[in-house]
């Protein structure tokens, strides 16, 4: 990004991103190579469970006899990106949005510097992989991405310091675009299907005559399972709907030692990805009760909370079992911008109250937030990914036990949780695998 004068604001002049034109400046915070466990991080680490149980429920509480799919990670990380550019009362309510109150700017930018520098260690992202593994024998390394991008309108002046910060916290992609050319969304679908693995084709459909700027952040995730399930053991096999309604659908099988809880209300395994197992597929399944409309909407409300995650997490103990689980594959798209009015952000979407003097000093305000996910779960294991954009407009040892038998042959929710920054990367619902 071409940077031009000294001034406080500055314009982006190159349509085409620079690395090397914002340079680190002495503000510019240090990589790391893991994310230390300060006090700050872990009141961090607990806001992100907090955040993305609560987007969670947010985006569920209309959509409960749907499947559901989104990346809390994704959001969060878009949303401390616009942190940086919100100031008084607007950044306030985006801090107390992602369950920050108590952290300041700083330290956060600082965690998710750290975050984004840990996942740029891991292997780039190779479209053929699918096939490979279904070719070998030898479990193949997980692939993670977390890309960011700004894209800016071509003559809007932005703030220099805000541009440094999205540059040197977040890696960020810095672009000048022509908002009025008819190809304008295409460059940036373009970019989200490139950081996507073609998996996520449009985040953006039009841009208005008032938008000056969309912050991007994009996630792919491509994991094989530790222990491959055996196709040969996948069945068509019976799965109950929310209505009591039996469908015919394959559920995988597996025997096999495993990560493993069972409590009155629910059964819940954790599925690894991998050869060092970082990552993990989180299955709960509701008890038979469940499956109706009343059991459900209780499981989803009183049991998939952060406080109670808190309390499972370490009552998980290593036992011989059976799992069952359907394949399925998920797409799903929405607009955040209620959910995020409702969690504590409406001064955000505000064009009277919204204060964004740290990104310009031209006033502007949120006028979308749009969230896109994938996921597809077979017998090889997982490839997800999603794409948020935020868009702005002026204006110990156990006693042995029987080996366990999970069947998911009905609704039941899910995560991929990564084990070493304990962030959850998905969250879903699956009400019907077909």
């Not at 979308?368 to 077979?378: A, K």
Request: aromatic letters at 10%; charged letters at 20%.
């Amino acid at each position: 990004m071409g940077l031009s004068g000294c001034s406080q604001n500055q314009t982006i002049e190159s349509p085409s991103p620079i690395p090397d034109a914002v340079e680190q400046s002495d503000e510019a915070l240090p990589t790391h190579d893991d994310i230390p466990l300060t006090e700050s991080n872990s009141q961090l680490i607990n806001a992100n469970h907090e955040f993305a149980y609560d987007l969670f429920a947010s985006v569920i509480e209309n959509r409960r006899d749907e499947n559901v799919l989104i990346s809390p990670a994704s959001v969060a990380i878009a949303l401390a990106m616009t942190q940086n550019g919100a100031t008084g009362d607007t950044q306030q309510a985006i801090a107390n949005t992602l369950r920050l109150q108590n952290v300041g700017l700083e330290a956060i930018n600082e965690f998710y510097q750290a975050l984004v520098t840990d996942v740029q260690t891991f292997a780039p992202i190779d479209q053929d992989q699918n096939e490979d593994v279904q070719n070998n024998d030898e479990v193949e390394a997980v692939q993670l991405a977390i890309a960011n991008s700004l894209w800016g309108r071509d003559g809007f002046m932005f703030d220099e310091s805000f541009l440094g910060r999205m540059k040197a916290v977040f890696d960020a992609d810095l672009r000048l675009l022509d908002f009025a050319k008819p190809d304008a969304p295409a460059q940036i679908n373009q970019w989200v299907r490139e950081k996507t693995n073609q998996r996520i084709s449009q985040i953006i459909d039009t841009i208005d005559a008032d938008q000056v700027m969309f912050l991007i952040n994009a996630v792919y995730f491509n994991g094989p399972w530790t222990t491959a399930f055996d196709p040969a053991q996948t069945r068509d096999r019976p799965f109950t709907l929310l209505d009591g309604t039996e469908i015919q659908h394959p559920l995988m099988s597996q025997m096999g030692q495993f990560s493993y809880l069972e409590t009155e209300a629910f059964q819940a395994i954790q599925l690894p990805y991998g050869a060092d197992e970082r990552f993990h597929m989180v299955v709960v399944l509701p008890g038979l009760n469940s499956p109706q409309e009343a059991g459900w909407t209780e499981f989803l409300t009183e049991e998939l909370t952060a406080e109670q995650w808190d309390t499972w997490k370490t009552q998980f103990t290593r036992q011989q079992g059976m799992i069952q689980l359907p394949t399925f594959t998920l797409n799903d798209m929405m607009s955040l911008n209620s959910v995020l009015e409702s969690m504590g952000m409406a001064i955000a979407f505000d064009p009277n109250q919204a204060d964004f003097s740290g990104l310009s000093e031209t006033p502007t305000f949120i006028s979308q937030v749009n969230h896109v996910t994938f996921m597809e779960v077979t017998e090889v294991g997982t490839e997800a990914a999603a794409a948020t954009s935020i868009g702005f407009s002026v204006t110990s040892v156990q006693e042995p036990v029987d080996p366990f038998e999970m069947v998911v042959d009905h609704p039941f929710a899910f995560g991929i949780y990564d084990t070493k920054n304990q962030v959850f990367l998905f969250l879903g619902t699956v009400v019907n695998p077909q």
